[in-house]
């Protein structure tokens, strides 16, 4: 039986960690339970599992991490405020089932110098996918990690049509359900930009040896490519509950996660790569990530800002990341990288980001 905490809890990744506890009772035990700010939502669970110990807001999930004994912690906050929640969990000692990318992409080596060895699991499907299939072979027979995207809802379109897209043509993901900021970000591929920060800081990987394709159909959720040849995939229905229940429980597998593939009847998955001419947030957050230190902060940031934008109305598609990009750009680090300096470059990006979208509306 494992005691799980679940931050985010009444969010898409949150309330489906919520379902695999409740078809595994033999398995896993909530013992608390945090959310952003829907309070009426959080009373309904804890009264569902019959806790007392809740928190609102991440301040306060951060020190319920601290307060609570817990196998496992899932942060599933949306954006770098995961960040102090993140490192006390570490700090506890727990596993960090980590659906929070920010905050390793943000925190970088002050996350990843905290975790002892194979503390941190990844929830995202893609990093799951990886993980699963790195079982195959050792790191030293690995030639490269390939991450598939869906290409959200406007793979295909050329840079010009995309000067029109309209928020709510944004929020039609093809394949995934998700809140207006990752969806946003997977139309755009500023996530899939984060999720190759990710990789690289997960497994230790170079940055010239992680490549995005584009697989439409979101069945394969990624590759691993070992040094004779050898492809290794994991594939199954597009289903978060999967990578959480095996994040849950890793390594072990828990049964009935998902419903298994249907091959009676003929399909197809097909393969492209990625047109970085239309979607340049790959190649713009592989730079940002080489460069490291306060860098990826200000990257998200700006990102935060310019998505808000958009769907304000105040700024067109392009303009997300073309914001980011000046912002980016101008950024000067700090000589050292802490949570203090972090949240400085943070709340200049914001800031910086506000003016650049300013000027340009």
Sequence with gaps: MRRVLILGSTGSVGTQALEVVRA???RFE????????????????????????????????????REVEADVVLNAITGSIG?????????????????????LIVGGELVTSRARPGQIVPVDSEHSAIAQALRAGSKDEVRRLVLTASGGPFRG????????????EALTHPTWNMGRVI????????????????????????????????????????????????????????????????????PNRVPGATAPLDFSSAQQWTFEP???????????????????GTYPAVFNAANEQAVTAFHAGVIGFLGILETIERVVDEHEP?????????????????RRADAVIASSS
Excluded at 88 to 99: D, M, P, Q, R
Excluded at 157 to 168: F, I, M, N
Excluded at 274 to 292: N, Q, T, W, Y
């Design 83 to 103: 960040l102090g929640p993140t490192l006390a969990a570490l700090e506890t000692g727990a596993v960090l089932a980590l659906a929070n990318k920010e905050s």
């Design 334 to 350: 700090p000589r050292r990288v802490d949570v203090s300096t972090l949240s400085d470059a943070e709340s200049w990006a914001r």
């Design 24 to 26: 595994n009772p033999d």
């Design 274 to 292: 990625l047109d970085e001419h239309a979607f340049p947030a790959v190649a713009l957050a592989r730079r940002v990530g080489l460069a490291g």
């Design 183 to 250: 969806t946003t970000n997977s139309a755009t591929l500023v996530n899939k930009g984060l999720e190759v920060i990710e990789a690289h800081l997960l497994f230790d990987v170079p940055y010239d040896c992680i490549e995005v394709v584009v697989h439409p159909q979101s069945m394969v959720h990624s590759m691993v490519e070992f040094i004779d040849g050898s492809m290794i995939a994991q594939a199954s229905r597009p289903d978060m509950r999967l990578p959480i229940s095996l994040a849950l429980d890793w």
């Design 30 to 65: 909530v013992v608390g339970l945090a959310a952003g700010t829907d309070r009426e939502a959080l009373a309904r669970q804890a009264d569902e599992f019959g806790l007392e110990r809740t928190a609102l807001g991440a301040h306060e999930a951060e020190q319920l991490v």
């Design 157 to 168: 379109l050329t840079r010009e049509r995309l000067e029109s897209v309209t928020p709510g």
